[in-house]
Structures are given as C-alpha cells and as structure tokens.
C-alpha cells in the first residue's frame, strides 16, 4: 500500500532543547491516527515539519510521495487545523468558511452548514470576539468540511465542553465513514479518543516510543493486583512497567496476555486481574521513559516487545 | 462487565479495555442473533452504522463483522448489505455451550467455594434463581 507520510531520521531543535530525535515514521492511507504524549513531547513541532510550516535540521519528510515545502500540490490536499489557529483580525467565522472553500477542493459547504447548527457557532460575529470554545468550533467545523485527503488535528477541542467534545467525535466518525481519508488526532485526552484511533503513535521527548494498531495495544498490557509476594511470584520473568505498592498489597503492570489457565491461576491464587487503557498504558509508558532518562538501568522496557 | 449489564445500560456504552474492539463487537452481534434480536436472513447495520453507534472506528467495526463472515454467521450479499445466515443461531448457541463451563461455571464455583457453600447448595440456589423473578436487574 503506499505510503501518505514517509518520515527518515527527522530530528529538529530549538536552541539547546532537542524537540524531535531521529524520527521514523510511516503514515498509511485512510486510517485514523492518534499521535499522543505530554505536553512538549514533540507532536505539534512533528506535525509543522509534516506541513511544511517548519524546517527539520536533519532528516527527510515526503509527504504523498513528494517533499511538501513550498510544494502547492501537496500543501492543497493538506489541511493543519491547530490549537490557536489565527484568523485575520476583521474575520468572521463565515470569512473562514469562504476562504477555506477556495482552497479546499473536497470542500462540503453543506456539512459546514450543517456543523454551524450542531455548534451553535454565531458565523457573523468576528472570530476575535467568539469565546475559545467558539473559537475551536471554528477550526473543527474547518477540519471536517475540507474534507482534506490529510487533515491534522492538533488538540482540536480547547474550550469545547463535553458535549460539544462528543459532537466532533460523532461527526469525524460519520463523515470519515462516508469519505474515508487520512487524519492525524493529537489529544491529551487519550481516554475520551481512544476507540475512534486505529493507529495509536505515543511521543515522549522527541521519541516515538508506541507506533502500533490501536488494537494491538488493547489489551497488550494487564495489571494485577494481590498481596506482593504472590503478585511477584505470578508475574515471574514478565516484563513489567509499573509497581504501586500500599501497604503488604501490590498492584502490578505487566506487558503481554494471559492464557485462560493463567487467568484461573491468578483466580486461585486470589489475585485481581485488571485491563490496562490505552491512557495507562500511556501514562506508564511516558513515566518509565522519564525513569530511564534520570539514568535507572536502561532496559528496553520502553518497548512493546510482541 | 458482562454482555447483560452493558445491554441493561440501554445506549452505546461498550467495550472493556481488556479485549480488542472488533471482538467485542463480534460478540454483541451473536448475542442479538442468540436473543433474536437479529433473526436469521434479516439485514445487518452497516458498518458504519455500527462506528457511529458504539463510537469507534469504521475500521475496527469491520473488522469485528468480516470475522462474523469468515465464521459463516453473516454473509454478504453485494451492493445490498450484511445478513444474518440461516443456521447461525444454532451454531452460535452450540459454541456458546461449549464456553459456558469455563466462563461462568469454574468461576461461580470457585467463589462458592471461597464462601463455604457446598456444590448441592449452589445447586439450589441456581433452581430459586430459576422461580425467581427472570426480568430482575434492570431498573
């Protein structure tokens, strides 16, 4: 299948802070992808070089098969809706819509319409007097009606309620049902996105440390909970990527499945067995990656071996 | 949390983190076959139908109905749709069967055990459950 992002080697730094290191990446067409990490772990400086709205150092980015820097006829299949989009200061949400229709081919006024209701956006007001949750209505509304053969997401839903936040994952996953396309989704909020991603990318530091199948990661981990000694007697030459311990209990993170009888085992022994969520699993992974660089024995436990 | 307590929340709430989406989806549609919720020769949602309902991936929701076809439960029917395939229910039904020791006999016996309650006991207590009230549960 080809390819719609080929990422070689990309390494980009600011000053003295390293904010991409060496990344491979490889984009496929028509799926969803989730590019998650922390705050300042690299995913809007990633997905500026993947737009052409910033120079790598080093390394190589093609994006439809071509280089995208000042490169019109892949910039046009493209569209980056960010955090803080800015708008020309005399703009209204209605001025966006007709300049984004100009340059977006797929363009479906009519969805536009349609999400303008679903938002209750106000199209006439100028976009700096909308509230922040108005505001990211706007870039929403723009993201999804482009219709775009590659569209990023960058924290889409500041100031967006829940409800609202349920609304553009309704949507995305209707209109991208009827016109299957690439988007990239970066959100803190992993719990409230993970069933709608296919393909999970986890960032921390610079480092792709998850690049997998959103499915495969299900279910890839399991925490187990028990008194210590038979957590650890159980959980035996397992690779294991978090401890909590409270008092002679221990609740364990461990990478891999449990066959049925293992299952029972655990059962017997009266130990608790618990699914680990993709937020979790995440949250643990990120952690122990900060554990290995305060210098702790570097294991490959940053890895998902499989 | 079981098939009946996901239903009983009566909206799109689903999977457990613990097992890939499609499997789950794959279950819920066998169990509407196995209820008759979904009769035999009777059309499928979408799978689109299916993404939008439980609020995953178009994908993932496929993938959790081809497997269903591989199985012979549904088969396709070009530019038409997805159906339920005659016989499916009684397939379903005899593999169900073959599951329920493991899944709910072993356990159930395993924390009778823990309690002190004798296999004669349980025995019982499973025919009150019989006479008691079937619909229980659900407010």
């Known amino acids: 299948m080809k390819t719609v992002i080929e990422v070689r080697n990309l390494s980009k730094s600011y000053r003295n802070s390293v904010a991409l290191d060496s990344v491979i990446l490889s984009l496929e067409p028509d799926r969803i992808y989730g590019l998650l990490g922390r705050n300042g772990a690299g995913k809007t400086t990633l997905m500026s070089m993947l737009t052409a709205q910033g120079f790598p150092n080093s390394g190589e980015v093609k994006v439809f098969g071509e280089d995208p820097y000042e490169n019109e006829q892949v910039l046009s299949r493209i569209c980056f809706i960010r955090e803080s989009q800015k708008y020309p200061d005399s703009f209204s949400a209605k001025h966006a819509f007709r300049s984004a229709a100009l340059?977006?081919?797929?363009?479906?006024?009519?969805?536009?319409?349609?999400?303008?209701?679903?938002?209750?956006?106000?199209?006439?007001?100028?976009?700096?007097?909308?509230?922040?949750?108005?505001l990211s209505a706007v870039g929403v509304i723009i993201g999804l009606a482009s219709r775009a053969e590659l569209t990023f997401f960058d924290e889409p839903y500041l100031g967006l309620d829940a409800v609202a936040r349920q609304l553009f994952y309704d949507r995305l996953v209707e209109d991208y049902g009827r016109y299957p396309r690439t988007i990239v989704l970066s959100s803190h909020l992993i719990d409230e996105v993970a069933n709608l991603l296919e393909h999970v990318i986890v960032i921390d530091k610079g480092r792709i440390i998850m690049d997998d199948d959103a499915e495969s990661i299900r279910g890839s981990a399991f925490t187990v909970v028990g008194s210590a000694d038979k957590v650890g007697t159980f959980l035996q030459g397992r690779e294991i990527i978090h401890t909590d311990n409270f008092a002679s209990l221990a609740s364990v993170t461990a990478v891999g499945t449990l066959s049925r009888a293992e299952k029972t085992e655990a059962a017997e022994l009266g130990l608790e067995l618990a699914p680990v969520s993709l937020q979790q699993l995440v949250v643990r992974k990120t952690i122990s990656a900060a554990g290995a660089d305060l210098g702790a024995s570097k294991t490959s436990s940053l890895e998902v071996t499989r | 949390m079981t098939g009946h307590q996901v239903r009983a929340l009566g909206s799109a709430?689903?999977?457990?983190?613990?097992?890939?989406?499609?499997?789950?989806?794959?279950?819920?549609?066998?169990?509407?076959?196995?209820?008759?919720?979904?009769?035999?020769?009777?059309?499928?949602?979408s799978t689109n139908a299916f993404a939008s309902f439980y609020r995953i991936n178009p994908a993932t929701a496929a993938k959790g109905v081809n497997r269903l076809v591989d199985d012979g439960i549904l088969y396709k029917q070009r530019g038409i749709g997805m159906f339920v395939a005659t016989g499916a229910r009684a397939a379903l039904v005899q593999r169900r069967?073959?599951?329920f020791f493991d899944q709910y006999v072993q356990p159930l016996a395993r924390e009778a055990r823990k309690l002190g309650i004798e296999p004669l006991e349980l025995a019982e207590m499973i025919r009150q459950s019989e006479t008691a009230t079937v619909h229980g549960g659900a407010s």
């Open chain 2, 13 to 45: 709430v689903l999977i457990d983190d613990s097992r890939p989406i499609f499997l789950q989806i794959a279950e819920r549609i066998e169990g509407d076959i196995i209820e008759g919720t979904l009769q035999e020769e009777a059309q499928v949602p």
């Open chain 1, 103 to 134: 340059f977006f081919k797929n363009w479906d006024q009519e969805l536009a319409g349609r999400l303008v209701e679903d938002f209750q956006l106000p199209v006439k007001r100028t976009i700096k007097k909308l509230s922040r949750g108005q």
């Open chain 2, 97 to 99: 069967r073959e599951q």
